[in-house]
């Protein structure tokens, strides 16, 4: 059974950071691309970041990118985001998501159960 | 950049079809492929439809994916409506043109 367990959330005021953890469990973690996926609460989903099985291909959103790092370690079948700069509008809930495929532009088969980052002083 | 749109809600009753839209704004929806996934209330999406009309293991065959050129849409399409189904469902697809992955609005599903 394909499990993604996301940690790491919390409240954290603007303009400091976070990183966010996800453990994967139940499939060959190195063979597939992983995203991270918001949602801030009460509308709809946001893709945040891509991840290659590699490490080799990394894609972000304009919302986040030169603020977020996505990241993976195969050894510990773990993925990351490390946000920065954070804002009040980063407030969401952060979904870790599998992708179909070893590129990550196959689409997304899995879920995490999310994780609320939320930005304010 | 293009926008996938979808309507904002629907509803029908038990038993009954409905069909959930997700238009392309720009480029030609069979440029890639489309899927959608299924969120209920108060938990995180599933996959239901991916590479547009493949079904997700284990999901029921009243979910069925297809895309139309003509209306440059891909569209959902629900059949033997159950309360179970009363959900939030969403569109995807990816802009190679711009290496990022693009998220319709979301459609409420209300099974009356």
């Known amino acids: 059974e394909v499990q993604l367990v996301e940690s790491g959330g919390g409240l954290v005021q603007p303009g400091r950071s976070l990183r966010l953890s996800c453990a994967a469990s139940g499939f060959t973690f190195d063979d597939f691309a992983m995203h991270w996926v918001r949602q801030p609460p009460g509308t709809g989903l946001e893709w945040v970041a891509g991840i290659s099985w590699n490490s080799e291909t990394i894609r972000y959103a304009d919302s986040v990118r030169g603020r977020f790092t996505i990241s993976r370690d195969n050894d510990k079948n773990s993925l990351y985001l490390q946000m920065t700069s954070l804002r009040p509008d980063d407030t969401a809930f952060y979904f870790c998501a599998k992708d179909r495929a070893f590129t990550g532009t196959t689409g997304i088969d899995y879920w995490g159960q999310g994780n609320l980052v939320t930005v304010s002083s | 950049n293009f926008m996938l749109t979808q309507p904002h809600s629907v509803s029908e009753s038990p038993g009954e079809t409905v069909t959930i839209s997700c238009t392309r704004s720009?480029?030609?929806?069979?440029?890639?492929?489309v899927q959608w996934y299924q969120q209920r209330p108060g938990t995180s999406p599933t996959t239901l439809i991916y590479e547009d009309n493949q079904r997700h293991s284990g999901v029921p065959d009243r979910f069925s994916g297809s895309v139309d050129s003509s209306s440059n849409s891909a569209s959902l399409t629900i059949s033997g409506l159950q309360t179970e189904d009363e959900a939030d469902y969403y569109c995807?697809?990816?802009?190679?043109?711009?290496?990022?992955?693009?998220f319709g609005g979301g459609t409420k599903l209300t099974v009356l």
């Open positions: 720009s480029g030609r929806i069979a440029s890639n492929y």
């Open positions: 995807q697809c990816y802009d190679g043109d711009n290496q990022r992955w693009v």
